[in-house]
């Protein structure tokens, strides 16, 4: 019997035999397309993933099992066999009124929560009747200036039975409040109310801009809503710490990773200096992310923060409450990798980022619409991206077992490789001081700006092919019908706010506006006074010019 000449090898060097002789001798005759193959972000992919040695000792180590520690297959014990993901369709244009409209279509078709898109003004804590409002009145979401706005916009809709996302930051003390007395006017106590409020200032010094005060005053107000909801609003997630913005501004994937855990770092360390133990608020800590459309990258960049986030709650903070080392997170499909030209392409590419998505773990899921590359979704294209998550919840099998690209030899170690990397960029960010430091000196939008030139020269050279961008163009394409915010709209939302200024009790709003401000000047909890002020219809642009009055207003400089 003849010996086989490759017993007592390990896999290792079996694997090495294999590329020199095998593959040498194939890709002598047929090359390969490529002399290097990578993710979207840029990490090199192999030819072949083999298992490691250390693959059976480091498994509880290293992955475990869904709903324990490390949580790198998940967070619940049966992930979707127990329940489907929250379908969130983000929603919100020109008046409250018309938002109203749209949540209710999307509730009518199977959409399991909302989520709120404000307009600028409202971000940034200007009202619609001020100057600073004019022209983005209602366009890149819904205008709401006072509580009545905010009745009207959830008029019909119980806010005890639906959970609610508000993608609000600098004001978003402010719009929580005037949530907690709507559902107040519907007869439901703060206690009842489920949902999320983005809150993450961090990521819009680093990514957006829709910031109105420095950084120190705004991780107060974070603090102080922590603080304010574990008694008061104990089922309300607090805080959607949000990769999401920083991935579309350019970051790599291993980038959105460790720019979200410092920015987690920083408002985790700002809460204990504030006198809350750990455990009293990061269980109700949640995290945002994007979903690009290299799917298996995406997978292992799920995994690998939440195996690293619940490292670094159990040793770095001392966390015993396991939930306070879950990475519980909202996932949106790409905005940036969708493409005007050939629309309906794009309709593929969310496909694949929701299958990414929920093969990563994600407890909810908002899938953008095919033409929102053009304009604001139409009720159609919202429809198709809603039935997308119920396609895959219902006819895909993705939902029948947990985790199931686990033990891939591919997905193990880019999930190693995207934490590692992750990893780094935490400890050098812990160097330079901290977030707030690296975010002040501009070190962190340097990396982003770099990793965001170096992806658009790869679709410029063609090194990376974007169909229908820059290949398999089809020349001049038919208009599609886009949606647009009626002209009117910025007419009717001042007339109503003039309307509900000149119908309050001056002097109580006054008065209410003023104890805001000196709350500021003290160490109070802001929420109490920022909420009476609401109960009067205090506006959204009042309250934060009170705030200003003592926090200042940021401006950026990094000379």
């Known amino acids: 019997m003849k010996e086989d000449p490759d017993a007592g090898l390990t896999v290792e060097e079996a694997k090495a035999k294999w590329e020199e002789t095998v593959v040498a001798n194939t890709i002598s005759r047929f090359p390969e397309r490529r002399s290097r193959f990578d993710t979207v972000s840029g990490e090199e992919v192999a030819r072949l993933y083999t298992p490691r040695a250390d693959t059976d000792d480091a498994y509880l180590e290293k992955l475990g099992f869904p709903g324990e520690y490390p949580f790198t297959r998940g967070v619940q014990p049966t992930m979707y066999r127990g329940r489907l993901w929250t379908m969130r369709q983000y929603a919100g244009f020109s008046t409250a009124e018309e938002s109203n409209k749209r949540y209710r279509y999307l509730l009518e078709q199977g959409s399991t ?42 008029d019909g809709i119980p806010l005890d039975k639906v959970s609610t996302s508000m993608t609000i930051n600098s004001t978003a003390a402010v719009l929580l409040a005037m949530y907690i007395v709507t559902a107040e006017k519907q007869g439901v106590p703060p206690h009842k109310l489920t949902g999320t409020i983005q809150n993450d200032i961090l990521k819009e010094y680093i990514a957006r801009g829709t910031y109105r005060f420095p950084p120190k005053p705004s991780l107060r107000l974070i603090s102080d809503i922590f603080a304010y909801c574990t008694d008061n609003v104990p089922r309300w997630n607090t805080i959607s710490i949000s990769g999401y913005h920083i991935r579309e501004a350019g970051a790599t994937a291993a980038q959105e990773i460790a720019f979200t855990l410092c920015d987690a770092i920083c408002y985790v360390e700002t809460a204990i200096r504030a006198g809350l133990h750990v455990d009293q608020f990061a269980p109700r800590l949640a995290f945002f992310f994007a979903c690009h459309t290299d799917l298996f990258e995406e997978v292992a960049k799920f995994r690998a923060a939440r195996r690293l986030y619940a490292r670094i709650m159990k040793e770095r903070f001392g966390a015993k409450n396991p939930k306070s080392m879950m990475l519980r997170f909202h996932t949106q499909t790409g905005g940036v990798t969708l493409t005007a030209q050939q629309p309906d392409n794009n309709i593929v590419r969310v496909a694949i980022q929701s299958l990414a998505a929920l093969l990563g773990g994600t407890q909810s899921l908002h899938t953008n619409s095919k033409d929102e590359a053009l304009a604001l979704p139409t009720e159609d294209a919202v429809r198709l991206a809603l039935r997308t998550q119920q396609v895959m919840a219902h006819e895909s099998g993705v939902a029948n077992t947990i985790d199931p690209l686990g033990g891939s030899y591919f997905v193990e170690q880019l999930t190693d490789q995207l934490e590692a990397e992750a990893e780094q960029t935490i400890r050098t960010i812990d160097d330079m001081g901290g977030m707030v430091t690296a975010i002040e000196q501009g070190w962190v939008q340097r990396q982003i700006e770099e990793s965001a030139y170096r992806y658009g020269r790869s679709v410029e050279d063609k090194e990376r092919i974007v169909v229908g961008v820059n290949e398999y163009q089809m020349g001049e394409e038919a208009e599609i019908e886009t949606f647009s915010v009626p002209e009117e709209t910025a007419r009717k939302q001042i007339e109503n706010l003039t309307r509900t200024k000149a119908g309050r009790d001056r002097k109580k709003v006054a008065r209410a506006l003023a104890a805001i401000e000196a709350a500021a000047r003290g160490d109070d909890n802001l929420m109490p006074p920022i909420i009476d002020a609401v109960r009067l219809c205090a506006s959204t642009g009042e309250i934060c010019h009170s705030l200003q009055q003592v926090f200042g207003e940021y401006k950026e400089n990094f000379n």
């Open 113 to 154: 929560g909302l989520s709120v898109a404000f307009d600028l003004p409202t971000q940034i804590g200007y009202d619609s009747d001020d100057p600073m409002a004019r022209g983005e009145i209602g366009k890149v979401g819904v205008a709401i200036s006072t509580v009545r706005g905010m009745q009207k916009l959830f």
